[in-house]
């Protein structure tokens, strides 16, 4: 079992920056390849960006590649997403999930969920 628990929502400007966290307890964050997705109101939930486990590999939305950096610091068992000059489209409920398999792509099936920390991007 993991828990997940993100934090670094909140309201900004447009233009401005945020970066999440998500840190994690329970089984070694090492074995697990995180990812962020977002959910904007009236949405459906979409895939912003994933990492493997070691975080050579990392894969983005189109919406958000070139804005966005996921890292990881698995000595802290945390993840992170650095978001640059955002959007009011960029407005949603940020969640970290974890998986135990790899993600290839677009592909991310969360095992474990955060319950999401709001970013809200004003114009």
């Known amino acids: 079992q993991v828990q997940l628990v993100e934090s670094g929502g909140g309201l900004v400007q447009a233009g401005g920056s945020l970066r999440l966290s998500c840190v994690a307890s329970g089984r070694p964050f090492s074995t697990y390849a995180m990812g962020w997705f977002r959910q904007a109101p009236g949405k459906e939930r979409e895939l912003a960006a994933t990492i493997n486990w070691t975080g050579a590999r990392t894969w983005y939305a189109d919406s958000v590649k070139g804005r966005s950096t996921i890292s990881r610091d698995n000595g802290k068992s945390t993840v992170y997403l650095q978001m640059n000059s955002l959007k009011p489209e960029d407005t949603a409920v940020y969640y970290c999930?974890?998986?135990?398999?790899?993600?290839?792509?677009?592909?991310?099936?969360?095992?474990?969920w955060g319950q999401g920390t709001q970013v809200t991007v004003s114009s």
């Open positions: 999930a974890a998986t135990v398999r790899d993600p290839r792509g677009g592909t991310f099936i969360g095992d474990f």
